[in-house]
């Protein structure tokens, strides 16, 4: 009995520990797209420094509506739900430790020029849009797809480089989406090309077929390239 008592001494102590702090990686967290998510992993210790890991956090966010934390034990995943700031916090009794959280999508897009001309000539060529991205503070986004589209894929196309490619004469609107954030703009499309040339029409997406046949002559140069010469 005294055995059993000496062996269970240590583990009622430990039990009964109750940790100094609770230190939190990464110690902040930034997002910039809806539904992004990032682990934090929590480590109580005791004033000395040593960790307590039978003490158990209990996870909540100050903000939902910005950002979620779910997770078993010590470890959480935190969700990016919307714009604006909150607090990820683990609570073990009555000592709470938090790690900030930003979160800033796309909110705004702007597009230039506010209206677009396409001229078909014979080779199929686009009009490049200069789209630009803001966050909810109004903060420049880069490194963003601009996804671009025509209402009327009979008038024109779009693709995923924010270019506008003429389909056949007409009206229609240009929409410009990145990440969710969108604006719209007239397009006309003006048929300028010969009597040749109006069979090569714009259909799919313009792009892959261009870039096809870039990397097949880039192939091409390169197998000359490596051939030895006599």
């Known amino acids: 009995m005294r055995h059993a008592t000496a062996l269970l001494l240590p583990l009622l102590v430990a039990a009964c520990e109750k940790p100094a702090r609770v230190e939190l990686e990464p110690a902040s967290l930034r997002f910039a797209v809806r539904g992004q998510s990032a682990k934090v992993h929590a480590r109580p210790v005791m004033r000395d420094g040593r960790p ?25 995943t935190v969700t990016a739900v919307g714009p604006g700031a909150a607090a990820v916090r683990c609570t073990i009794d009555q000592l709470v430790a938090e790690v900030p959280v930003i979160v800033r999508v796309v909110n705004r897009v702007s597009v230039k020029p506010e209206r677009v001309e396409v001229r078909m000539q ?47 004469a007409g009206t229609s609107t240009v929409i410009v989406e990145v990440d969710g954030a969108r604006a719209e703009l007239p397009v006309r499309v003006l048929d300028a090309r010969t009597a040749e040339g109006k069979p090569r029409r714009v259909s799919g997406n313009p792009m892959e077929a261009i870039e096809r046949e870039v990397k097949k002559r880039d192939a091409e140069a390169a197998r000359a390239a490596q051939k030895p010469s006599r």
Do not use: K, M, Y
């Open 52 to 76: 307590v890991p039978d003490r158990i956090c209990r996870w909540t966010s100050t903000d939902p509506r910005v950002a979620t934390a779910e997770g078993p034990h010590n470890e959480a």
């Open 122 to 168: 014979d080779e199929p060529a686009p009009v490049a849009l200069a789209v630009a991205a803001f966050d909810d503070a109004g903060q420049p986004v880069l490194g963003r797809v601009a996804q671009t589209r025509c209402a009327d894929e009979g008038v024109c196309r779009g693709d995923a480089r924010g270019q506008v490619w003429g389909v056949a």
